[in-house]
């Protein structure tokens, strides 16, 4: 089953001499269940993508069925429904809030869902933070703090999984142990991870990669050995 279905998918920033086109007449399939990883360097479209189809921002043109529901025809409050039902989110910015410990910027996100405390504690274990759930952020590393962001997105079990480079900042060594982390998450609970990296390493790690340059597809393929986080390194 598809997961999204694009079709000629354009977004274009400015106008008149500004104007960019950041995607350009994009279409592709995206199947449910799958890691993916979206590969291309700053500038290629990759951001502008993902913001499409986490509802986050609408595109100039084009389509996307999310399913067999047409997400570009929604408006802000169905947007922000569909973000919340569907949809979790990790950046390369944690995004924690400074004055809330790991466990209350996790339930933080549950409330807003109407969740319980369970789920959150659930979502810390999940991530390996049992023992650090009453940590403010300054008190945990940067490995930490992602990690509780992973754990804020996965509280409410959404169906999609949509990170933006959340290696981003990260060492080498923390950088593999999120990568461990975020396929553990696709395998136990099947979760559809959409991941975005500059790195052709992690691309490895992918069971399909989608390459963009320049606002384009510039290649898409499934790869035939899938390797462990720690089987790559950069």
Known sequence: MNLFTITDLSKEYG??????SALKKISLTIPQGKFI???????????????????????????????ETDITAFNKRQMTDFRGENIGFVFQSYNLLPDLTALENVEFSTELANLSR????????MVGLTERVNHYPAELSGGEQQR??????????P??????????????????????????????????????????????????VISLRSGEILDMYENDTILAPSEVTW
């Open 15 to 20: 106008e008149g001499g500004a104007k960019v």
């Open 37 to 67: 990883v979206i590969l291309g360097a700053s500038g290629s479209g990759k951001s502008t993508m993902l913001n499409m189809l986490g509802c986050m921002d609408r595109p100039t043109s084009g389509k996307i069925y999310f399913n």
């Open 118 to 125: 369970t789920e959150a504690e659930n979502a810390l274990n």
């Open 148 to 157: 509780v962001s992973i754990a804020r997105a996965i509280a409410k079990n």
């Open 159 to 208: 169906k999609v999984l949509l990170a933006d480079e959340p290696t981003g900042a990260l060492d080498f060594n923390t950088g593999i142990m999120v990568l461990d982390v975020l396929k553990q998450i696709h395998r136990e609970r099947k979760t559809s991870i959409l991941f975005i990296t500059h790195n052709q390493e992690i691309a490895k790690i992918a069971d399909m």
